[in-house]
């Protein structure tokens, strides 16, 4: 990845199937009942119909290691969840939207300070500069492919911004 470049992009309001696991390392753990449940149900076959997002929920803090990460895919309204899978109503909007390699970003001297990906703190930054106020909504992380090996793996992360 070379320059850090922003844009404006309006997520829809969707129905999206959850998948959540909590402890030290949550995603592998949220991805795996995802996959479980969606990859059978062609859900995951292409990204571009069904996309993938991802947050963390609850967010780390410094006095515990372990946190919650969920893990989302966008569904028929009409779909029936599975076990460990919830259906959710999402709102969309408004994202500032910029892209990392999360394998870059985990081994960064930022992330290793900070304990956050700096993509999303450039992001934060850009909004600041640009005057963007940060909406309410969800802020996501959206892997190009989620099925790529880790350092491989492309995020495009989604801050909230008000229209």
């Given at each position: ?20 696991a909590y402890g ?17 149900l062609g859900l ?99 892997p190009r492919d ?18």
């Amino acid at each position: 990845m070379t320059a850090f470049e922003v844009r404006i992009e309006r997520l829809p309001p969707m129905t999206v199937a959850s998948a959540h696991a909590y402890g030290e390392n949550p995603e592998r753990a949220a991805w795996q009942k995802l996959e479980a449940w969606a990859g059978p149900l062609g859900l995951l076959d292409d990204p571009a119909i069904h996309p993938v997002f991802g947050f963390n929920n609850p967010d780390p803090s410094p006095d515990r290691q372990a946190y919650g990460y969920e893990f989302w895919v966008a569904v028929e309204p009409d779909c029936e969840a599975g076990p460990g899978i919830e259906l959710k109503q999402f709102e969309g909007g408004l994202y500032a939207v910029a892209s990392c390699r999360l394998a870059d970003e985990m081994s960064s001297e930022f992330f290793l300070r900070e304990g956050y990906l700096e993509a999303w703190q450039k992001l934060l930054d850009w909004a600041t500069e640009q005057q963007r106020p940060l909406g309410s909504h969800q802020a996501l992380e959206k892997p190009r492919d989620p099925a790529a090996p880790a350092d491989e793996l492309i995020l495009d992360l989604y801050l909230p911004i008000e229209d």
